[in-house]
T-cell receptor
């Protein structure tokens, strides 16, 4: 059974600092890995999608890496802004289902 | 890009009544729709998977007679919470796969409060 773990559970940083969010998964037989952002009381917004054959994806200030053999992915957010405050979820896709981690709650203080 | 429209965004209902939540794929055909529920400060829990034209598949522990799922067309899937009770109060979100390169797209969620 696939298990997805996100560390840390919560993170508070001052504005301008870089964010590093970690995601690990137990079964390397994944189709892809997706990072999402969720604002309080809202749905999920897709940030980055990494196919199992890829090592990283970048979009603006966001960069996500994937090491399938070790079961790890890292989301980097450069030069954090207060607007980056949200919960970040990683999810792995395999066998037709999406398995989520518990999320990392991020607070960026001005 | 692929968009899933979910309605209503919030609903308050009396205990014992039923509530229907709709998810529509606006610019693509969703042959499959996933339904999740999320409790405060917790991650998403998959409830069931619906496929157009066939019966939904429910995850272990989810009551199929309480959470009725219908996927009658390629653009519409509905979740009906029957005889709702306060313990059914939660955040419900739908999601559809959008193809190999695009992963999954999610609805905006429905906050259900049963009083």
């Amino acid at each position: 059974k696939q298990e997805v773990t996100q560390i840390p559970a919560a993170l508070s940083v001052p504005e301008g600092e870089n964010l590093v969010l970690n995601c690990s998964f137990t079964d390397s037989a994944i189709y892809n890995l997706q990072w999402f952002r969720q604002d309080p009381g809202k749905g999920l917004t897709s940030l980055l999608l990494i196919q199992s054959s890829q090592r990283e994806q970048t979009s603006g200030r966001l960069n996500a890496s994937l090491d399938k053999s070790s079961g790890r992915s890292t989301l980097y957010i450069a030069a954090s802004q207060p607007g980056d405050s949200a919960t970040y979820l990683c999810a792995v896709s395999g066998w037709g289902k999406l398995q989520f981690g518990a999320g990392t709650q991020v607070v960026v203080t001005p | 890009g692929a968009v899933v429209s979910q309605h209503p965004s919030w609903v308050i209902c009396k205990s014992g009544t039923s509530v229907k939540i709709e998810c529509r794929s606006l610019d693509f055909q969703a042959t499959t729709m996933f339904w999740y529920r999320q409790f405060p400060k917790q991650s998403l829990m998959l409830m069931a998977t619906s496929n157009e034209g066939s019966k939904a598949t429910y995850e272990q522990g989810v009551e199929k007679d309480k959470f009725l799922i219908n996927h009658a067309s390629l653009t519409l899937s509905t979740l009906t919470v029957t005889s709702a009770h306060p313990e059914d109060s939660s955040f419900y979100i739908c999601s559809a796969p959008t193809g190999k390169d695009y992963g999954y797209t999610f609805g905006s969620g429905t906050r259900l409060t049963v009083v």
